[in-house]
């Protein structure tokens, strides 16, 4: 069986692929400018899309890489 991976992610699996709280991640939201965007897609449902949360980690990790060096 093989796992279907959606384009788009709740808050609750952002939080979750993060290791952090759904708290810490509202938390992370007001301050990082840089964080992509939830939009509602229905009444109470708010999503990001997938590529845009991956870009925004590899672009974290490549900036605390850089940081090291």
Do not use: N
Request: glycine share 2%.
């Amino acid at each position: 069986m093989t796992a279907i991976i959606s384009q788009y992610m709740r808050r609750q699996l952002v939080a979750y692929e993060l290791g952090i709280s759904r708290h810490t991640l509202a938390r992370m939201l007001k301050v990082d400018a840089t964080f992509p965007r939830f939009f509602e897609i229905t009444p109470g449902i708010a999503v990001i899309a997938r590529a845009d949360f991956d870009h925004w980690l590899r672009t974290k990790r490549l900036a605390a890489l850089s940081a090291t060096r």
